[in-house]
């Protein structure tokens, strides 16, 4: 057996990017997820919580925190897109190792813009191919350079997303450099089975993102033809038990894996009220730890 740790992230507070009049200011969100009883958290943006070194620990350590992850988005299906991506890689990857993050959550850019438009074109298997060689050469060197591992992430609109692209992904990719985030929500957003990729996928599956979908809301939003952005705002993602996938079972699987996992709430709800976070992020974490099996704080 092994074991499911939790944390929570900046996007559990509405934090999307490093700068925005609408988030959680930085300060309170430390505080709040503290006094929520996590003690893991992620970077979330670059550059949302301090970037140096010394005054991040010191910052986390008066609160008892400790990170687990960075987070970055990539786009190397693209030509030539290697440089601009590894100097946005490098810097997250810089920053969560200093913090004694073992960790390096990677995702993919969008096909599917924030209105609801088509802004690429989805791969096809030659360029599934190519992405999953590129990808596989950045687990590679962050692996070398930061000593950390990389947790792929599939997202809804993104490159990979349904069971199809993230199952495709795993065949392309090398298990020694480049494994899976698997975010609940994301796969039960595009139509993907949680319990399958883990019974199918076991030494894949390497960190975890908790959140669930509302399904009457993905039915409209489905029918709709919107965007992920959109259909965030509409309140797609929402608190446990509320939604899909049921998490009981999640995470007795996960137990089941001979891993020690890294279990991240996320809520996506950017923007959200200032007062909205803390109270479900403490009914959250109440439910984890009475329903979550192996689940452990």
Known sequence: MGSVKVGSAPDSWGVWFADDEQQTPWERFLDEVAGAGYTRIELGPYGYLPTDPARLKEELDKRGLEVTAGTIFEHLHRPDSWDSTWQDVSAAAELAAAMGARHLVVIPSMWRGSNGEIVEPRLDHEGQARHGKQVTELGRRIAAEYGLKTQFHPHADGHVDSQETVERFLAETDGDYVNLCLDTGHISYCGGDNLELIQKYPDRIGYVHLKQVDPKVLAAVEA????????????????????????????????????????????????????VPLPIAERTLSYLKSHGGGVSV
């Open 224 to 275: 709709e033809g919107v965007g992920f952005d959109e259909a965030v705002r509409r309140g797609v993602m929402c608190e446990p038990p509320l939604g899909v996938p049921d998490l009981p079972p999640v995470l007795d699987a996960l137990a089941g894996l001979d891993a020690d996992l890294f279990a991240i709430v996320e809520q996506d709800m950017y923007p959200c009220p200032p007062d």
